[in-house]
């Protein structure tokens, strides 16, 4: 299905009239998203444009109250368990030790690392046959 577009005009239009309608019908929480989504496009200074044209005085007022309250969050749905609810018991505390001297560090050598070992006679046999023949280096055939 083929993208519909919709002209800027169009949708400025469509914003204002529901920001309009979200006044007429006092809706907090459709006048939050729309100035969001009208602030998100235009920048703030078109927000108070368009509240100080589409609103009156006590308009203007609940708008901006509107806008002032924090959203209220969405009510997750609860989940019934058949069973209890598992009480976890907390941990016995473990004492600590302190030492009574200080224990010389530890130095232990480390391990070089040591040269690959060769592949086993088969496998090598394989490989073989795989890579090309070293030759020594490269030199330009077609000149000599």
Do not use: C, N, Y
Not at 35 to 64: C, I, K, N, T, Y
């Amino acid at each position: 299905m083929p993208a519909v577009f919709v002209s800027p005009s169009l949708r400025e239009r469509q914003l204002r009239e529901a920001l309009q309608e979200a006044l007429q019908q006092q809706d907090s929480a459709a006048l939050r998203q729309l100035s969001d989504r009208l602030v998100h496009r235009h920048g703030p200074r078109q927000l108070q444009r368009w509240m100080q044209a589409l609103a009156s005085e006590p308009q203007q007022l609940f708008w901006s109250q509107a806008l002032a309250q924090p959203p209220k969050p969405v009510p997750q749905p609860s989940v019934t368990l058949d069973e209890p609810p598992v009480v976890e018991e907390p941990l016995p505390v473990e004492e600590t030790i302190t030492a009574e001297g200080t224990a010389a560090p530890v130095e232990e050598p480390l391990e070089q690392p040591s040269a690959p070992a060769p592949a086993p006679a088969p496998i090598k046999t394989a490989l073989q046959g795989w890579l090309p023949q070293w030759d020594g280096p490269q030199t330009d055939r077609l000149a000599s």
